[in-house]
Each structure stands twice: as C-alpha cells, then as structure tokens.
C-alpha cells in the first residue's frame, strides 16, 4: 500500500502543475511518507521518487516544518471550501464513471475560481493570471514516469536479469561480474555502476527474452571461440533428427552467437539427465508449439509431456452400436 500511495501522491501534484500550466519555483508538501523519508527542522530527507519527480519538473521540494501547524494554515482553509463549494454540492448525486464526475467537479471548481472575493472585483482566478501565472516555468514536453529500483549482477552472457519482468539487458561486456542498480520505468530501463550509466533500453516485458546491443557483446569471447555453429548441429544429429531440426531453428532465429550458443549448449546438455530418445521427443513436441528455447525443453521434460502418446485417440476402438450415428449420418 505505501508504493501505491506514493504513486497517488505524485500522480496528484502532477495533475496539479498540468492544472496550472506551469511549474513553480518550489513544491511544499507536508511530511507525510510519499513526500518525505524523514522529516527535519534543517534539512528533512525527501523520497527518492519525489525527489526525482522535482528535477524532471526542475523545481525544488521545500517540506514544511514538522509540528508547526501555522504553516499550513492557508492550505487548509482552502481544502475547507473546497469542500463546502464542490463537494458538499455533489454528495446527493450518483455518478456512473469517473469521467461524469470529474466533469461535473471542474465545473464546480471553475465558478469557484471565477467568483470575485466578498467586497472585490477580483477573483482567484484573475489573481492568479495576474500575479502567480507569469512566475511559472514552462511544463516539460512530456510527463514523468514513476521508476522503480533493482540490484543486479552483469552475467557472464553480457547481460543482467530484471526478475519484474524475467527479462534480459545487455551490459558492455568490460562490466562483466559487476554488481548494478537498475532503474526502470514504464518505458526505459537504465542500468548504472557507481552513478556511471552503462546501457540504457526500451523496456520489454517479453519472459526470458533477451535486449542486446551488438556493441556490448566481446566479440572474441571464448565461447564463440570454442563453438560454432556446425558443431551444435552435429551433435544434435547424434541425438535425433527432431533435435536438430530444433537446435537449426534456434540458431536460424539471428541472435547474438553467445545466446543462441547458450540456448543450444543447455538444452543439448538435457540428454545427459534424461537421455537422447525423451530429449528428441520433447524436441519434437517443442516444434509443435512452435517455441524455441531451452525453458520450454526442460518444462516438457519435468512434466513428463515427452512421453504422451500423441496418437492415443487413433488408436481407441468406438465400439458398434445402434446408438452411435456414423459419418454417413451428416452428409
């Protein structure tokens, strides 16, 4: 619950600059959790998120200080007649969707906005168009997009493993071994050592599927060096012939030669555990799914699918009886 509302605290401040149209010189968020780690009188700890939020906005976080309640003062009067003008007047209607009510919500705030102060030819709307308006910093173009953090090891592969989405990223492979802070958005996934960026990608949620730059990959490693790939057909050849249909179609699918070497390497290696005859069946039924790695292999044989007969329902006998229409019932 807390990662939610730290999302809904940000989503709502963000909603509220786009409101405006325009960023002001400092945000000043009361002390509660999605806003502030820890409060201080001098210099109060600000959540990472929120914090990154205020430099994409370019704008500073000014927390207001804890157990003084005079400092929120204004803000509070002005949550009050928010509720006396906009929601008391909705509380006996229905509304069906959220878009209904947040209509009816703004046209609620927008006489409110609009309304002259008692005794003045002004409103807050003008006031602010005057005054406020013009203090503002221009939006960014686009909006921010909350990120999330991981830790993560660069693999020998060149690649580190984001367990959010079981997905592979390339890392240059000078940082093999390197211990790495993920962060990660919606859309981008940035991988840093010691606040240096290393790679940087479009985020991808397919399972154990691999994002590689050619330029990360050595490309005089040693594996590449001990194998290609003649030597991984022919050793599926001595498995059987669905095996090495299998391990062709893995090396056809033009990924870097260190993932398709692996892929092959692995489940290659499957015949020392359960021999060549089930290895080559559940190949033979991996091609049928039309699914080309080394987890779908291992899956088939741990749930033993290798062994299903696949032509059980040829071989059952409908008995005769005057009760079974046959074919020449349908025509």
Not at 94 to 123: C, P, V
Request: glycine content about 4%.
């Amino acid at each position: 619950m807390r990662a939610k509302k730290k999302e809904d605290f940000i989503a709502c401040v963000e909603n509220a600059l786009w409101f405006y149209g325009g960023v002001p010189q400092a945000l000043v968020p009361d002390n509660l959790r999605a806003a502030v780690t820890k409060s201080s009188r001098y210099e109060p700890k600000v959540n990472e998120t929120f914090a990154d939020f205020a430099e994409h906005y370019e704008t500073a976080v000014l927390p207001t200080r804890a157990y003084k309640p005079r400092d929120k003062a204004i803000v509070e009067n002005a949550v009050r007649i928010i509720y006396t003008r906009v929601f008391a007047p909705l509380r006996n209607q229905t509304f069906y969707n959220q878009k209904d009510l947040n209509k009816a919500i703004l046209k609620l705030l927008e006489t409110h906005n609009n309304m002259s102060f008692r005794g003045r030819e002004y409103s807050r709307y003008s006031l602010f168009k005057e005054i406020e308006w013009i203090e503002l910093k221009p939006l960014p173009l686009k909006r921010y997009e909350i990120k999330s953090y991981a830790k993560a090891t660069v693999h020998k592969n060149s690649h580190i493993y984001l367990g959010k989405d079981k997905h592979y990223y390339s890392v240059p492979y000078q940082h093999i071994g390197k211990h790495v802070k993920v962060i990660f958005s919606d859309s981008l996934v940035e991988i840093f050592h010691k606040q240096e960026r290393l790679a940087a990608h479009a985020r991808e949620k397919k399972k154990y599927g691999y994002t590689t730059v050619k330029e990360h990959m050595p490309s005089h490693h040693q594996f590449v060096s001990e194998w290609n790939s003649e030597k991984f057909i022919a050793w599926a050849a001595n498995i059987g012939s669905h095996c090495k249909e299998y391990i062709m179609v893995i090396l056809d699918k033009k990924q870097h030669p260190e993932q398709s070497y692996k892929s092959c390497l692995g489940i290659l290696h499957l015949a020392k555990k359960v021999g060549n005859e089930r290895l080559n069946n559940a190949c033979k039924r991996a091609l049928g799914y039309q699914a080309y790695n080394y987890n779908m292999v291992n899956r088939i044989l741990k749930k033993g699918w290798d062994k299903l007969d696949e032509n059980l329902e040829e071989q059952i006998e409908i008995p005769d009886h005057h009760n079974i229409r046959g074919g020449n019932y349908y025509k």
